[in-house]
């Protein structure tokens, strides 16, 4: 999935689906308790677009797995790289089976990439032009990498889900689905030339690209992945919103100009040295507010690893109410949220019984190994609820 999301017109007409396979432990064989840990952290990530049914997630029993053990060593490559691209294929193919009868195209996503703003719509206009122009595509391509970005037309989804399937224990899919497109494209009287040209033909590239990869870690243990789509563009360090005027006050020491009173302006992102425990980023509104909603986004597209971890969010309101929610602090903050530590990210809504803020902060609890990036801050007054109290 997109780290950018759906924008919400777009969910009208989209349908994300998120297999989940055995993770495959080159030791251990298929571990089903992963799956279930990998399935709730989804649904408690999601559960919003899992109820409204934009988002499913599925997983194959396991039986639909053959014994890696016994897997051919093709390519010359070693015998765990040939179980984990032979599990990427079958993984694709059980995918493909399940989202076939579902829609009009079929595009392959990752977890691990960034979108372009508006990409379903950019995708759908691109592809129905192809239609009206009666060009008879196999391919629409919106990204350079590997299989990221493939657009499939649904109803051809079962020739790729055969050859995938037929040939998964000899090679990588993005090499096999190279093969599906010159077995029916390409003349074997012909030179390699003409064999391109009929490719390009039903091959067809959108540019600029409208995903980036910006994972690292393979889920092939000791592969690192750092190639980028060049057609992508810059990628956004930070996220700029418009927030309520404050004074901005940490403990947090900053790296060179990359200060958090410049990131609640939304100028750059805040990149904290080694955060410790009792570390505090607050923000000292110069009006009380009410709060609806926050947003706390830690790391970045360079540094995705330097999070805020066992961070909570607080509040100060200007008085307390008797049917309070939230646990009150020994020095009287309101713990209204907390980032979680496989995103990175603290949002949430704020409950009505808090009242008037005076002051909101991010506390540290403990010691962390990593700097911190603050890249983007989000606080999101009710509607005609801010500027009541004077200073």
């Known amino acids: 999935m997109s780290k950018n999301g759906v924008p919400s017109p777009q969910k009208i007409v989209s349908l994300l689906q998120c297999v989940v396979g055995d993770a495959y432990c080159l030791s251990q064989g298929t571990d089903s308790e992963y799956v279930t840990r990998q399935a709730a952290d989804i649904e408690n990530q999601f559960q919003d677009h899992i109820n409204s049914g934009l988002l499913e997630v599925i997983a194959p029993p396991s039986t639909y797995y053959p014994d890696f053990d016994k897997l051919r060593q093709t390519l010359g490559d070693p015998l765990e790289r040939v179980k984990w691209r032979t599990k990427q294929n079958l993984d694709f193919s059980y995918l493909m089976m399940y989202a076939q009868p579902k829609g009009t195209f079929y595009v392959q996503l990752e977890d691990d990439i960034l979108s372009k703003p508006g990409y379903i719509e950019t995708m759908k206009k691109f592809a129905y032009k192809q239609i009206s122009e009666k060009k008879d595509w196999i391919i629409l391509d919106f990204c350079q990498l590997g299989f990221i970005g493939k657009m499939f037309k649904c109803v051809d989804l079962s020739k790729l889900i055969t050859f995938f399937i037929i040939f998964h224990n000899d090679k990588p899919v993005d090499w096999l689905l190279d093969h599906v497109v010159q077995t029916k494209v390409c003349r074997f009287d012909k030179d390699p030339k003409d064999c391109k040209k009929r490719k390009d033909q039903v091959w067809l ?75 505090i980023l607050a923000f000292h509104f110069h009006n009380p507010i009410i709060i609806e909603r926050y947003l706390f986004r830690s790391g970045n597209v360079e540094h995705p690893e330097d999070k805020f971890f066992n961070t909570s969010v607080e509040v100060l309101p200007v008085s307390y109410s008797e049917d309070q929610i939230y646990p009150k602090t020994k020095d009287g903050f309101l713990v209204i949220g907390q980032f979680k530590e496989s995103t990175g990210v603290a949002e949430g809504n704020v409950s009505s019984t808090v009242g008037y803020v005076k002051v909101m902060r991010l506390y540290v609890h403990s010691e962390s190994d990593r700097w911190a990036i603050l890249s983007e801050i989000h606080i999101q007054p009710a509607e005609n609820k801010m500027g009541i109290f004077g200073r």
């Open 205 to 279: 590239h959108f540019k600029p690209s409208l995903f980036q990869h910006v994972g690292t870690h393979s889920s092939l243990k000791g592969k690192v992945q750092k190639l980028k789509d060049k057609q992508f563009g810059k990628l956004s360090l930070h996220h700029p919103h418009k927030n309520p005027d404050a004074d901005v006050k940490t403990t947090l020491k900053a790296y060179k100009g990359y200060s958090a009173v410049r990131a609640y302006k939304g100028d750059t992102f805040f990149w904290s040295l080694l955060p410790q425990p009792g570390d």
